[in-house]
């Protein structure tokens, strides 16, 4: 490949950095396991950038690779996750109790996320992303209106898991 | 604590880290893939280069020391050799179309279990298949040019040549049930857990 698509795709993995370490922040366990996946989606959004023909969108196109890399990936799963949480979520900064609160429960959220399936976790991941249920459908090839019911679900599923956390069961 | 709570956090991930330089990227993209499928597609060639090795060096040894009736051996070898490398061309047709990673990741990975299971149904039968081959013609081999056989008129009889051979397919078709259910165990160790893991992927992108 040439050096003007290099820089073209270093261009393009820059602006769009937010969704590969988007995914990695899903589907990663730990610090190592994150910098591997990124790495894998780095190479996989690569080896397709020469095919890519504009039919998608771009962003389109990376989730594509990012969640299918993600997805097919297939590390074996440890059943001790030591869980890290992305640097949006406050590590023991909270002055009043209320701020602290709000923090435990955002972790407590983002540990039930971490506890999805797969599938269910790339569907978060688009749904916070603020995609419509359509631009969903085009990623994840799930017709809309399953995603809804599924998204429904899992709305209730990680209710169920923070309340489960909260009370210790 | 809701999802939409999140939601409104969500914009910030990854704000805070810094992309690739021209230089990071240059040494990321000349790392090797660790997906399974790269993965397979490394070991199939490090299958082909040992068998390539192998079977140059034994075909050179049998043309080189042998005259005659043994180098029909070294013929075989050729035989086999050719018919592993349209099992290699099969193999490596099979892994290309296994993933198609910009698609939707429905499709792609409905795609994936499909080719991934007829990949593994070519490995166990093929491997399976080849083991009465290369035994009845091995054991035929070495019967008609043992010098035991040749100082012995009656094992050099046609009707002697036919039992024998009687024997040996019995022999393969006894062995072949055990080298089966080897093989069976032996892909499934390889690719069962693989397989499993993404059926249950499957279904539930199925499931309505």
Redesign the interface.
């Known amino acids: 490949m040439t050096e003007t698509a290099e820089q073209e795709f270093l261009l393009l993995i820059n602006q769009n950095q937010g969704i590969i370490r988007k995914v990695c922040h899903l589907y990663g366990r730990n610090d190592a396991d994150k910098d591997d996946l990124y790495q894998e989606i780095v190479i996989q959004l690569w080896k397709s950038f020469a095919s890519f023909r504009g039919e998608a969108k771009f962003s389109t196109w990376m989730y594509r690779i990012a969640l299918n890399t993600a997805i097919s990936n297939l590390r074996k799963q440890s059943r001790k996750v030591a869980l890290s949480f992305p640097e949006f979520i406050p590590v023991e900064l909270a002055d009043t109790d209320e701020e602290k609160i709000k923090e435990e429960k955002l972790k407590e959220m983002y540990a039930a996320i971490s506890r999805l399936t797969e599938v269910e976790k790339a569907i978060v991941m688009l749904y916070l992303e603020d995609k419509s249920y359509d631009e969903m459908e085009e990623i994840l090839g799930i017709s809309s209106g399953t995603l809804r019911v599924k998204m429904n679900r899992i709305k209730e599923k990680l209710r169920t898991l923070t309340k489960a956390q909260t009370y210790g069961t | ?3 939409d ?3 409104e ?2 914009g ?9 330089s ?1 230089d990071e ?1 240059q040494t ?2 000349q ?1 090797k ?4 499928i790269a993965k397979m597609k490394r070991n199939l060639f490090f299958e082909l280069l040992f068998m390539v090795i192998l079977y140059v060096f034994t075909i050179f040894y049998y043309f080189l020391n042998y005259t005659g009736g043994m180098l029909i051996s070294a013929w075989m070898l050729i035989v086999i050799g050719v018919l592993y490398f349209f099992y290699y061309l099969q193999k490596r047709k099979l892994l290309n179309r296994m ?1 198609c ?9 409905n795609m ?1 279990l499909r080719v991934l299971e007829k990949y593994v149904k070519f490995y166990m039968w093929s491997g399976t298949l080849l083991f009465p081959i290369v035994f009845i013609i091995t054991g035929m081999i070495v019967f008609l040019y043992s010098p035991d056989t040749n100082a012995n008129p009656v094992t050099k009889e046609p009707l002697f040549i036919w039992v024998f051979l009687a024997v040996m397919i019995v022999f393969a078709a006894v062995l072949t049930i055990p080298i089966y259910f080897l093989n069976k165990w032996y892909v499934r160790k390889l690719y069962g857990q ?1 397989i499993e ?2 059926k249950t ?1 499957v279904n ?2 199925n499931e ?1």
């Open positions: 604590m809701e999802l709570q999140l939601k956090m969500w910030d991930v990854g704000s805070k880290e810094k992309g690739p021209a990227l990321l993209l790392k893939s660790k997906s399974p993933e990673v910009s698609c939707e990741v429905k499709s792609n990975l994936q693989h893991r993404l992927i539930e992108m309505d």
